[in-house]
T-cell receptor, first 111, second 113 residues
Framework: EPEVTQTPSHQVTQMGQEVILRCVPISNHLYFYWYRQILGQKVEFLVSFYNNEISEKSEIFDDQFSVERPDGSNFTLKIRSTKLEDSAMYFC?????????FGEGSRLTVL | GDSVTQMEGPVTLSEEACLTINCTYTATGYPSLFWYVQYPGEGLQLLLKATKADDKGSNKGFEATYRKETTSFHLEKGSVQVSDSAVYFCALRLGAGSYQLTFGKGTKLSVIP
C-alpha cells in the first residue's frame, strides 16, 4: 500500500542551526502538507502546498519556515534558524483530493 | 477561532470493554468531522468521518455521530481489542475551500488483555 515516508525519524540540533525535514508523498497525490505537534499539545497545521506554491499557511509558518518540492518527488520543510520552541513532531501529509495520508513523523529536538 | 476539545488521556481498558472518547468542537460554519488514529510507530490514519449533521461515520467497529445540537463527535466502540491500542485524534475541517485540519490533543488508549 502506498505510504508517505519521512526522514529523519529523529533529529537533534543546536539552537540557531538550519534543519531540513524531508518527505516523500504518495506518487499521484497533488496536495502536500506539514503539521506539527509540540509534546502534550495539539497537532497544528503549518502549511499546504499545491501546484508548486503555498496554498494556505498558519500564523506559525513565519519567515523562519519554507517549503519546497525540489524534484517532483520530495517535499521538504526547512527551518532556517531553529529555536527551542521548534522542538516538536513534524508530520508530512499528502492527498489526491480531500483525504489526507500522513507520514510517521519526524521528531525534532532543539537544544 | 475553530477548535477541537477531546477528553484527556491516557485511557486504559480491559479487552472487550466499551469505549467512549468524547470530542466537542467550536467552529464557524458547518465543518466536516474526523477521527484519526495513530498506532505505535506509524503515521496518522483516517479512521472515520462525517460531513454533515446526523451523519454517522463507522469503521473497524468504531462509530461516531455528528451531533450539531451538542457540537459533538464522540468516538465509540462496543468491545475493544488489544490491537486498538493507539492514540486517537478528533479533527475538523471547514468548508469546501480549505484543506486545513484542526486537531484535538489526542487521547492515548491502552487495552490490556
Amino acid at each position: 500500500e502506498p505510504e508517505v515516508t519521512q526522514t529523519p525519524s529523529h533529529q537533534v540540533t543546536q539552537m540557531g542551526q538550519e534543519v531540513i525535514l524531508r518527505c516523500v508523498p504518495i506518487s499521484n497525490h497533488l496536495y502536500f502538507y506539514w503539521y506539527r505537534q509540540i509534546l502534550g499539545q495539539k497537532v497544528e497545521f503549518l502549511v499546504s502546498f499545491y501546484n508548486n506554491e503555498i496554498s494556505e499557511k498558519s500564523e506559525i509558518f513565519d519567515d523562519q519556515f519554507s517549503v519546497e518540492r525540489p524534484d517532483g518527488s520530495n517535499f521538504t520543510l526547512k527551518i532556517r534558524s531553529t529555536k527551542l520552541e521548534d522542538s516538536a513532531m513534524y508530520f508530512c501529509a499528502s492527498s489526491f483530493r480531500r483525504e489526507l495520508f500522513f507520514g510517521e513523523g519526524s521528531r525534532l529536538t532543539v537544544l | 477561532g475553530d477548535s477541537v476539545t477531546q477528553m484527556e488521556g491516557p485511557v486504559t481498558l480491559s479487552e472487550e470493554a466499551c469505549l467512549t472518547i468524547n470530542c466537542t468542537y467550536t467552529a464557524t460554519g458547518y465543518p466536516s468531522l474526523f477521527w484519526y488514529v495513530q498506532y505505535p510507530g506509524e503515521g496518522l490514519q483516517l479512521l472515520l468521518k462525517a460531513t454533515k449533521a446526523d451523519d454517522k461515520g463507522s469503521n473497524k467497529g468504531f462509530e461516531a455521530t455528528y451531533r450539531k445540537e451538542t457540537t459533538s463527535f464522540h468516538l465509540e466502540k462496543g468491545s475493544v481489542q488489544v490491537s486498538d491500542s493507539a492514540v486517537y485524534f478528533c479533527a475538523l475541517r471547514l468548508g469546501a475551500g480549505s484543506y486545513q485540519l484542526t486537531f484535538g490533543k489526542g487521547t492515548k488508549l491502552s487495552v490490556i488483555p
